[in-house]
């Protein structure tokens, strides 16, 4: 197609909505009500994620060393652990180093509660070991527990799997809302292509007649589609940006939310989203639409 | 009469058309029609002009024979080629066919901007075309500012603006009034004399008798009349 072409029929397709002002605006504001929708699913699955995530890191699992055993060795034993399969981290922590962490958990109390301890650490050297995959937990923990030097393992057995199956329901039931939003924003842009192109059958009888190309009559219904999807997903955006402050600034008055995610970190990912939704959903919504109308012809279209 | 020597333009070798509702409407037609023809269509109310039309565009495909028009052979002539084909010939309706919300001018200009024509191009063309018609003065109206007649002669110049090499004109009279009618037909001999072919289906017999023409006369999908080599007297 030639650049005038496209030019002219860009301009077609911006005078069409124009013209079916109130169906566009109808059609951008369901659009929106979909990406809000599916915009709370990602940023509430970002947040908890964040939250498990935290969860996560809390050294789940805890290796301890047999007694007797020099530093440079347990170093070493450490280092095997690292080596393993679905190990993210391995952290080395010294007796001296471990003694200390458990006297600050409990404050001012520690001095009276721990006097036994007074000259002699009875804690052994540990790793504190994290996992890529807590799908793998028990297999990885077991091969943990093989290595030379070490003498047991205190994991989070309880912790881990619950981390991990509310990770995994919330991105089911994620997959499930945006896959059934995308197709509820796909229908409101074919519906809409579908009421502009009843009121243009006459226009699209002579282009038919004078030799216009499927493409050419296409072209204005999908800049069309595209625009009410970019419109939805800037508004969309901007929604989003104001409620999320809103939001986080009233839970702020009542709770911590250091922990939240800041909306600047997925501004650019989900305004992607939302514009290829949109772009994919105008193009391929008025394509639906148009499919079969076009495959008719002249008098028979017009009566269609 | 006028009939030019050389390969047909418009070639129909036994065709018959009938519809999914079993209507035969077209029954093992021949017709040649050559560069330069004027040629009327003429028939009662079902006899089988509209699908003549139809066939001839590619808007229906004949269940036999074969279909020839301007080089393109309709059984092969694949689905991104029918624009090409539409292309080489105007066709204008019965009912104009004109888009109200376009002034006289873009109704005109729309068959160059399918074509992808410079908008230099498209005024050069356009203005043309509206004084062959005799409407250079009113490029700026809607077409509900026009009358019939007028309507009738912005859907001929939308026909000829793309330099056709044949017009089809369905009906371009009927909603017209009888001077009007006259008048139209008088354009189209006057395109037809700059050598576009033209095949026009009208019902209307006291113009075909008044334009001494060929004349196809179809009956219940089958041609009964054809003066083509100088026959056909009523």
Same mark, same amino acid.
């Given at each position: 197609?030639?650049?005038?072409?496209?030019?002219?029929?860009?301009?077609?397709?911006?005078?069409? /909505?124009? %013209? &079916?002002?109130?169906?566009?605006?109808?059609? !951008? +504001?369901?659009?929106?009500?979909?990406? $809000? @929708?599916?915009?709370?699913?990602?940023?509430?699955?970002?947040?908890?994620?964040?939250?498990?995530?935290?969860?996560?890191?809390?050294?789940?699992?805890?290796?301890?060393?047999?007694?007797?055993?020099?530093?440079?060795?347990?170093?070493?034993?450490?280092?095997?652990?690292?080596?393993?399969?679905?190990?993210?981290?391995?952290?080395?922590?010294?007796?001296?180093?471990?003694?200390?962490?458990?006297?600050?958990?409990?404050?001012?109390?520690?001095?009276?509660?721990?006097?036994?301890?007074?000259?002699?650490?009875?804690?052994?050297?540990?790793?504190?070991?994290?996992?890529?995959?807590?799908?793998?937990?028990?297999?990885?923990?077991?091969?943990?527990?093989?290595?030379?030097?070490?003498?047991?393992?205190?994991?989070?057995?309880?912790?881990? /799997?619950? %981390? &991990?199956?509310?990770?995994?329901?919330?991105? !089911? +039931?994620?997959?499930?809302?945006?896959? $059934? @939003?995308?197709?509820?924003?796909?229908?409101?842009?074919?519906?809409?292509?579908?009421?502009?192109?009843?009121?243009?059958?006459?226009?699209?009888?002579?282009?038919?007649?004078?030799?216009?190309?499927?493409?050419?009559?296409?072209?204005?219904?999908?800049?069309?589609?595209?625009?009410?999807?970019?419109?939805?997903?800037?508004?969309?955006?901007?929604?989003?940006?104001?409620?999320?402050?809103?939001?986080?600034?009233?839970?702020?008055?009542?709770?911590?939310?250091?922990?939240?995610?800041?909306?600047?970190?997925?501004?650019?990912?989900?305004?992607?989203?939302?514009?290829?939704?949109?772009?994919?959903?105008?193009?391929?919504?008025?394509?639906?639409?148009?499919?079969?109308?076009?495959?008719?012809?002249?008098?028979?279209?017009?009566?269609? | 009469?006028?009939?030019?020597?050389?390969?047909?333009?418009?070639?129909?070798?036994?065709?018959?058309?009938?519809?999914?509702?079993?209507?035969?409407?077209?029954?093992?037609?021949?017709?040649?029609?050559?560069?330069?023809?004027?040629?009327?269509?003429?028939?009662?109310?079902?006899?089988?002009?509209?699908?003549?039309?139809?066939?001839?565009?590619?808007?229906?495909?004949?269940?036999?024979?074969?279909?020839?028009?301007?080089?393109?052979?309709?059984?092969?002539?694949?689905?991104?080629?029918?624009?090409?084909?539409?292309?080489?010939?105007?066709?204008?309706?019965?009912?104009?066919?004109?888009?109200?919300?376009?002034?006289?001018?873009?109704?005109?200009?729309?068959?160059?901007?399918?074509?992808?024509?410079?908008?230099?191009?498209?005024?050069?063309?356009?203005?043309?075309?509206?004084?062959?018609?005799?409407?250079?003065?009113?490029?700026?109206?809607?077409?509900?500012?026009?009358?019939?007649?007028?309507?009738?002669?912005?859907?001929?110049?939308?026909?000829?603006?793309?330099?056709?090499?044949?017009?089809?004109?369905?009906?371009?009279?009927?909603?017209?009034?009888?001077?009007?009618?006259?008048?139209?037909?008088?354009?189209?001999?006057?395109?037809?004399?700059?050598?576009?072919?033209?095949?026009?289906?009208?019902?209307?017999?006291?113009?075909?008798?008044?334009?001494?023409?060929?004349?196809?006369?179809?009956?219940?999908?089958?041609?009964?009349?054809?003066?083509?080599?100088?026959?056909?007297?009523?």
């Amino acid at each position: 197609m030639k650049l005038r072409s496209i030019k002219y029929l860009t301009v077609e397709g911006l005078k069409n /909505m124009w %013209v &079916n002002r109130l169906m566009s605006i109808a059609s !951008i +504001a369901v659009l929106i009500a979909c990406m $809000l @929708l599916m915009g709370a699913a990602i940023i509430f699955s970002l947040n908890v994620d964040k939250a498990l995530g935290v969860l996560r890191d809390q050294s789940i699992v805890m290796v301890y060393m047999q007694d007797g055993r020099s530093e440079v060795e347990n170093k070493a034993t450490a280092n095997t652990i690292r080596d393993l399969d679905n190990v993210k981290e391995a952290t080395f922590v010294p007796q001296a180093e471990g003694l200390e962490s458990l006297l600050d958990t409990f404050g001012e109390d520690a001095e009276s509660l721990f006097t036994f301890v007074e000259g002699e650490n009875p804690l052994p050297d540990a790793v504190q070991v994290k996992l890529d995959d807590l799908n793998r937990f028990d297999a990885t923990v077991s091969a943990i527990q093989k290595v030379e030097g070490v003498d047991s393992v205190n994991s989070m057995r309880e912790t881990a /799997m619950r %981390v &991990n199956s509310i990770s995994r329901l919330i991105n !089911i +039931a994620g997959f499930w809302i945006i896959g $059934l @939003l995308i197709i509820t924003a796909l229908v409101i842009i074919s519906n809409t292509i579908r009421i502009t192109m009843n009121s243009r059958k006459l226009e699209i009888s002579i282009m038919k007649a004078v030799g216009a190309t499927n493409n050419f009559i296409r072209f204005p219904f999908v800049v069309e589609g595209v625009v009410l999807g970019v419109a939805a997903a800037g508004i969309t955006m901007v929604i989003i940006y104001f409620v999320y402050k809103a939001v986080l600034g009233a839970i702020q008055e009542s709770m911590m939310t250091q922990g939240a995610v800041p909306f600047t970190s997925f501004m650019w990912p989900l305004l992607g989203i939302f514009l290829l939704l949109g772009v994919l959903a105008g193009a391929i919504g008025s394509l639906i639409s148009l499919g079969k109308y076009l495959r008719k012809e002249g008098s028979e279209f017009r009566a269609y | 009469m006028q009939t030019a020597a050389g390969a047909p333009i418009i070639e129909f070798k036994g065709v018959s058309k009938t519809y999914t509702t079993g209507t035969h409407a077209l029954k093992d037609i021949n017709i040649k029609i050559y560069k330069g023809d004027f040629v009327f269509v003429v028939g009662a109310s079902g006899a089988g002009k509209s699908t003549f039309i139809k066939l001839m565009i590619h808007e229906e495909a004949p269940n036999t024979g074969e279909i020839i028009v301007n080089g393109f052979r309709m059984s092969e002539i694949r689905r991104s080629q029918v624009p090409l084909l539409r292309r080489t010939m105007g066709i204008v309706f019965q009912d104009f066919r004109l888009i109200p919300t376009m002034n006289v001018f873009d109704n005109v200009a729309f068959t160059l901007r399918v074509v992808g024509a410079s908008s230099r191009e498209i005024r050069k063309k356009v203005t043309a075309a509206l004084s062959v018609v005799g409407l250079g003065n009113k490029s700026r109206m809607f077409p509900a500012e026009l009358s019939g007649g007028e309507q009738q002669r912005v859907g001929l110049a939308r026909a000829i603006v793309n330099n056709p090499s044949m017009i089809i004109a369905d009906e371009p009279t009927g909603n017209v009034d009888p001077n009007m009618s006259y008048e139209i037909v008088e354009l189209l001999t006057e395109i037809n004399r700059r050598g576009t072919t033209v095949v026009m289906v009208t019902h209307e017999h006291q113009l075909v008798r008044d334009f001494n023409r060929r004349v196809i006369m179809l009956e219940n999908g089958t041609i009964v009349a054809d003066n083509a080599d100088g026959g056909l007297e009523s």
